[in-house]
């Protein structure tokens, strides 16, 4: 149980749960391993399980006929995947794509139902993160259709070191192409832009952010804005 304490102790979600209500749900939590470029929901399919993610990063997306996929939302140790089941609602509208390897905590979709059902204190949690992705995902849009490939980069890798904790982590082209809806030459423009100004170092694929408060002054408000919602809404 200690060691199942500590991996969901990295979930933000799990751990603003009184212990009493934690302890509950700890028979029906597993804790497993996604890795990169693992699918766990498709667009109409049912959703099997919820998880929590702990140092692990999953893009959201969405698909248009004739087009690549979008990313609408970024979840990491902040949040959970499967909120449409707490709406009363069975399948995914997006396909959750893990972006960055790293362990969650996975429950059989039924049992989260049933525990949601008896914990006024879990719905307040997940209903809190609910209206966080809602922010993020109606920003985001804003963000694709009206800003800069640099500036949305610089969001993008920002808050990917939020969620992952850390200054490092791999990021090919193709993927940054895919995640801001760009071509592959806009993220290599905008790349070597933030590179010449010494906000990041990148090498195939290896990103690190060398400036943290330069890349957020070159990052677009959008940024702050869903920051700034998810301490206010955790305060």
């Keep these: 149980m200690l060691v199942e304490y500590r991996i969901s102790a990295a979930n933000s979600l799990l751990a603003a749960l009184p212990d009493g209500e934690y302890e509950r749900l700890l028979d029906g939590l597993e804790p497993v391993r996604l890795t990169f470029g693992?699918?766990?929901?498709?667009?109409?399919?049912?959703?099997?399980?919820?998880?929590?993610?702990?140092?692990?990063?999953?893009?959201?997306?969405?698909?248009?006929?004739?087009?690549?996929?979008?990313?609408?939302?970024?979840?990491?140790?902040?949040?959970?995947?499967?909120?449409?089941?707490?709406?009363?609602?069975?399948?995914?509208?997006?396909?959750?794509?893990?972006?960055?390897?790293?362990?969650?905590?996975?429950?059989?979709?039924?049992?989260?139902?049933?525990?949601?059902?008896?914990?006024?204190?879990?719905?307040?949690?997940?209903?809190?993160?609910?209206?966080?992705?809602?922010?993020?995902?109606?920003?985001?849009?804003?963000?694709n259709r009206f800003h800069r490939v640099e500036e949305r980069l610089a969001r993008w890798l920002l808050m990917t070191r939020d969620r992952v904790r850390s200054d490092q982590f791999h990021l090919t082209q193709d993927l940054l192409a895919n995640m801001l809806g760009v071509r592959r030459v806009g993220v290599t423009k905008a790349a070597g832009a933030l590179r010449l100004r010494n906000l990041i170092s990148y090498n195939r694929g290896e990103i690190s952010i060398l400036d943290g408060e330069g890349l957020e002054a070159a990052a677009c408000q959008c940024y702050q804005i869903v920051k700034e919602m998810h301490d206010v809404a955790r305060a």
């Design 38 to 143: 693992e699918v766990l929901y498709h667009p109409g399919e049912a959703i099997r399980h919820v998880y929590f993610p702990t140092d692990s990063l999953v893009s959201l997306l969405t698909l248009a006929e004739g087009h690549q996929a979008l990313e609408v939302g970024l979840v990491g140790r902040e949040g959970m995947l499967g909120i449409p089941l707490a709406l009363g609602v069975s399948d995914s509208p997006v396909r959750a794509l893990v972006q960055g390897t790293g362990m969650a905590l996975r429950m059989a979709s039924a049992n989260f139902r049933k525990e949601l059902q008896k914990s006024v204190l879990l719905q307040r949690e997940v209903y809190r993160y609910t209206y966080e992705l809602m922010v993020q995902m109606t920003q985001t849009a804003a963000c």
